[in-house]
């Protein structure tokens, strides 16, 4: 892994070691590195490499795979481009927020008939950018148009679907791992 390609774990190293309160001694002990280099990867200064990582992670016990989520996590400015099209996601379905957020937002773009009924934990926001779309909530059935929203508090049941050509919807959400307190 070279330097542009190995990640920037330090805050989420940082914030797991703490966490665990531990002290960088400890973290060193525990994975063989030295407490200059791991100081030198919490303040950014150094990066690991993938072996490095897995060792932190180890001392950490977490992987490495949660570290780097983390650290995805903790960016507080990303773009997700137009022409981003993730693999995992169904044609017509674009995720406009990447990694693993407080806040999931997708995009559903053509003639799309979500005829499954969805009920989410968490609240949600459907906004119309383009087209128009019908939305079942709460046994009540509401017509969306061009910039309207509709909000649905969490574990409302709810099913959608577009209907004009060239309807684009976008879902905002806070995410399902999230536990959210009404208190």
Same mark, same amino acid.
């Given at each position: 892994?070279?330097? /542009?390609?190995?990640?920037?774990? =330090? ?9 665990? /309160? ?9 994975? =063989? ?10 303040? +950014? ?12 992670? @180890?001392? $950490? ?10 650290? +995805? ?18 044609? @017509?379905? &674009? ?15 053509? #003639?799309?008939?979500? @005829? ?21 909530? #709460?046994? &009540?059935?509401?017509?969306?148009? &061009? ?9 409302? &049941? ?5 209907? +004009?050509?060239?309807?684009?919807? $976008? ?13």
């Amino acid at each position: 892994m070279d330097d /542009k390609e190995s990640p920037r774990v =330090g805050a989420a190293v940082k914030r797991r070691r703490r966490a665990l /309160k531990l002290t960088l001694a400890v973290v060193a002990a525990r994975s =063989g590195l030295s407490v200059p280099f791991l100081s030198q990867i919490e303040n +950014e200064r150094a990066r690991p490499s993938t072996r490095s990582l897995q060792l932190v992670a @180890g001392a $950490l016990e977490t992987t490495a795979g949660e570290l780097l989520a983390a650290a +995805e996590a903790a960016r507080t400015v990303d773009v997700v481009r137009s022409a981003e099209r993730p693999h995992d996601l169904p044609v @017509g379905v &674009r995720s406009l927020v990447r990694g693993r957020h407080q806040l999931h937002a997708l995009e559903f773009t053509g #003639e799309r008939d979500a @005829g499954r009924e969805f009920q989410h934990r968490n609240d949600e926001l459907l906004f119309v950018a383009d087209g128009a779309a019908e939305v079942e909530a #709460e046994g &009540r059935a509401y017509r969306l148009e &061009r910039g309207d929203t509709l909000y649905l508090s969490g574990g409302v &049941r709810h099913r959608w679907r577009a209907t +004009e050509p060239g309807t684009r919807l $976008l879902v905002v959400a806070v995410a399902e791992h999230i536990e959210v307190d009404d208190t």
